[in-house]
């Protein structure tokens, strides 16, 4: 459902390395945006990574030391000197702080990046950091989300979304940060800003605070505590890390996030079709995401 094109009602063919992010700009090496480093695709070999003492750099630090490749270390504070330093000869300045603080960061290092390193961030909103990064840099800039947190469990899927920062431009920065993602062992998908945007607003935003709205309409520990069950308490224990720990993580995702809002409107429409009393077609779209039998029934 989610690979369906609104307007036309048909598979939309997913997005493949190259493709640029946006229409007509298919062409493997795009003549937009700086040329590659050495005439054929970058192999990412040094990288910088500010926010290394962060959940997300420290993973990522570790990752890259196993796999050979040679990491500079950069956290607050961010002074000039250390900049100049840690970001001299790197193929990659990596950025991983909190979103809101891109723009900033992107503008201290970008005064010492020379306009064939590539600047990329990590984190789980993309048009606002991504568009703070491009107007700070002219040089190659690529945006990343690990769609997971800093300590991932062994079978989980290390899916990375990567995109261009220019739609269409220096493709080969995004692919060198695609190869770069499989050699550290995570497993690259082409993205773009806006379908991340979207798909984020759903998949970490509303999840978010419809949970919160959820446990909010009850006081704790009230009338319903010796009430509850089995299947509640599954719920509660889904709730806890987001709600006791990721709060803060989660709100300032949800208010840099473009489409909250959007996705909060189009959840509540959902949820007047069951205080309007129509549970059975909500039943039947909701099943669609475990069989693709019903989604046919639903969808004739
Ligand atoms: O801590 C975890 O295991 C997470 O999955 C963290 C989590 C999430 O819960 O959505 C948080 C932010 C990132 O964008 C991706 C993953």
């Keep these: 459902m989610s690979n369906m ?23 493997p090496f795009c003549k937009k945006g700086s040329p590659p480093p050495e005439s054929s695709l970058l192999s990412i070999g040094s990288l910088a990574l500010v926010g290394a003492r962060g959940g997300m750099g420290k993973l990522i630090v570790g990752r890259c030391r196993e796999a050979g490749l040679t990491v500079r270390e950069l956290d607050r504070p961010l002074t000039d000197e250390k900049i100049a330093e840690g970001v001299a000869g790197a193929d990659m300045v990596l950025v991983s702080v909190p979103v809101y603080a891109t723009g900033e960061v992107a503008e201290k290092v970008a005064a010492r990046m020379g306009g064939r390193q590539i600047l990329a961030d990590v984190g789980s909103v993309k048009t606002q950091p991504i568009n703070d990064m491009v107007a700070q840099y002219h040089g190659p800039v690529v945006g990343t989300h ?17 995109m261009d920062g220019r739609p269409g431009e220096d493709v080969w920065a995004t692919r060198a940060v695609a190869d770069w993602c499989r050699r550290i062992g995570f497993t690259p998908f082409a ?47 889904a709730a806890e890390k987001l709600i006791t720990k990721d709060a803060g993580l ?19 429409s959902f949820l007047n ?28």
């Design 273 to 300: 079709l069951a205080a309007g009393g129509d549970v059975d077609l909500l039943v039947r779209r909701a099943e669609a995401w475990w069989t693709a039998e019903t989604a046919k029934k639903d969808n004739p």
């Design 191 to 237: 993205s773009d800003a806006e379908e991340h945007d979207r798909a984020a607003a759903y998949v970490q935003g509303l999840n978010f605070v419809t949970t919160l709205a959820y446990l909010a309409a009850q006081g704790a520990g009230g009338a319903v505590q010796k009430y509850l069950t089995p299947s509640f308490t599954r719920r509660l224990v």
């Design 5 to 27: 094109n609104k307007d036309t009602n048909t598979p939309t063919p997913p997005r493949v390395f190259g493709e640029g992010g946006g229409p007509g700009e298919g062409t």
């Design 146 to 162: 690990p769609l997971f947190g800093p300590a991932p469990g062994p079978d989980d899927a290390l899916r990375v979304a990567v």
């Design 250 to 268: 989660f709100t300032a995702l949800y208010e840099a996030n473009p489409y909250s809002h959007e996705a909060v409107r189009n959840f509540r």
